[in-house]
């Protein structure tokens, strides 16, 4: 699998502290990333607490950097697999109440030649997530 980082950039019709709390509040990210999603914090070394659901693909996150109101990041890694990425959330006041988030996914090329880990399903994901997900939370206050 290519090392290449996946870059994605999304635009909300919100300011920019709004898409903050969305990336950094653990009830709205259980709405818009994942709802298995116990507790987070926006700290260095915070590991992400997620509900055991009996998938095989149980999530081991902690965050790798935090740059408050601009940049979050964290690792992505499963259980029992090898391979782990880093995604990187940040975010750009493009206007008063428009904002940009880029999210940057390295690493992709460290997980197993298996079809849950092909960097197209991480794209389609990302689409989802914040093309979809988070923009409707955001701007539709679902």
Same mark, same amino acid.
């Given at each position: 699998?290519?090392d290449?980082? &996946?870059?994605?950039?999304f635009?909300? %019709?919100?300011?920019? $502290?709004k898409?903050w709390?969305? @990336?950094?509040? #653990? $009830?709205q990210?259980k709405?818009?990333y994942f !709802?298995? @999603?116990?507790?987070?914090?926006?700290?260095? +070394?915070f590991?992400?607490?997620?509900?055991? $659901?009996? #998938?095989?693909?149980?999530?081991?996150?902690?965050?790798?950097?935090v740059v408050?109101?601009? /940049? @979050?990041?964290h690792?992505w890694?499963?259980? +029992?697999?090898? +391979? %782990? !990425?880093?995604?990187?959330?940040? *975010?750009?006041s493009?206007?008063?109440?428009?904002?940009? *988030?880029? /999210?940057t996914?390295? =690493? *992709? +090329? !460290?997980?197993?030649?298996?079809?849950?880990?092909?960097?197209?399903?991480?794209?389609?994901?990302? $689409?989802? &997530?914040l =093309?979809?997900? &988070?923009?409707? @939370? &955001?701007?539709? %206050?679902?």
């Amino acid at each position: 699998m290519s090392d290449t980082p &996946l870059i994605k950039e999304f635009i909300y %019709n919100v300011a920019i $502290d709004k898409v903050w709390q969305a @990336l950094t509040s #653990t $009830d709205q990210m259980k709405i818009w990333y994942f !709802s298995q @999603l116990q507790k987070f914090e926006p700290k260095f +070394g915070f590991q992400f607490q997620f509900e055991d $659901d009996n #998938t095989q693909y149980q999530k081991e996150w902690m965050v790798t950097r935090v740059v408050e109101g601009k /940049v @979050l990041a964290h690792n992505w890694a499963y259980q +029992g697999y090898s +391979g %782990n !990425s880093e995604v990187i959330f940040k *975010l750009f006041s493009e206007k008063e109440q428009t904002t940009k *988030l880029q /999210v940057t996914q390295t =690493g *992709l +090329g !460290s997980f197993p030649d298996h079809p849950h880990f092909k960097r197209e399903r991480f794209e389609w994901g990302w $689409d989802n &997530l914040l =093309g979809e997900n &988070l923009k409707r @939370l &955001l701007e539709n %206050n679902v």
